[in-house]
Every structure is written in C-alpha cells, then in structure tokens.
C-alpha cells in the first residue's frame, strides 16, 4: 500500500522559506516520478516541481524557479521541497505526488499520479 506523508507547512513571512517533506512507503523513488502540486481555495491544483527516475534533474513551474529546490532522499525514500524567497499567497496547500510513465511534458498533468498525500498547509504573510 501505497502512503505519502507531508510535513513542514505553516506560516512564514514573505521573503521567508520553508521546508516540506514527504516521506514515501510502498513505493521505490527508482520507479516513480515525484512530485509537488500546490491548490489554493476555489483554484485548480497547480504544478509546482517532479523529478523523473529515468532523467534525475527537476522540472519547475517557471513561477518557482530559481527560489524552489527539489532534492529526494532515495535512502529514506523522502522527496523534499526547499522554498525560500517566498512571496505573498493566501493559505494554500502543497500536496506530493507519485506516478510512473510520465514524461517531460506530462509531470506538470495531475491526473498522471496515481498516489496523493493529504497535504500540508503554507501561508505566507506578514
């Protein structure tokens, strides 16, 4: 069975970074593109980051680069989001993600992933 577990939401400053987690069961990163949505209240969930097993470089949303790192842990099967220089957003939440047979331009679909966490939750504001 299949489990992904976020952590390390909460409130931040603008200007300020935060760390999320996901620690990942049932699963090998060898075999799965992971990735971090995030959705808004009333807005579609929105790519923000996936690395690919096959290629081992990140994609980001053009929104995130340069401020957003994704790194995965493969020994502790934990996908890690570094998020600094944060801007203003309303409480949103950032969810991870895990699929297979995805390609470069499909990682950013959310109907590619077969598993889901339950989200953590990140505000930004002063």
């Known amino acids: 069975q299949v489990q992904l577990v976020e952590s390390g939401g909460g409130l931040v400053q603008p200007g300020g970074s935060l760390r999320l987690s996901c620690v990942a069961s049932?699963?090998?990163?060898?075999?799965?593109?992971m990735a971090w949505f995030r959705q808004a209240p009333g807005k579609e969930r929105e790519f923000v980051a996936a690395?690919?097993?096959?290629?081992?470089?990140?994609s980001y949303r053009d929104y995130v680069k340069g401020r957003f790192t994704l790194h995965k842990d493969t020994a502790k099967n934990t996908l890690f989001l570094q998020m600094n220089s944060l801007k203003f957003e309303e409480p949103t939440v950032y969810y991870c993600?895990?699929?297979?047979?995805?390609?470069?331009?499909?990682?950013?679909?959310?109907?590619?992933?077969?598993?889901w966490g339950q989200g953590a939750q990140v505000t930004v504001s002063s």
């Open positions: 993600a895990a699929g297979q047979g995805l390609i470069l331009w499909t990682v950013a679909d959310p109907g590619r992933y077969a598993y």
């Open positions: 690395i690919r097993p096959q290629s081992g470089y990140p």
């Open positions: 049932g699963l090998s990163f060898r075999n799965y593109a």
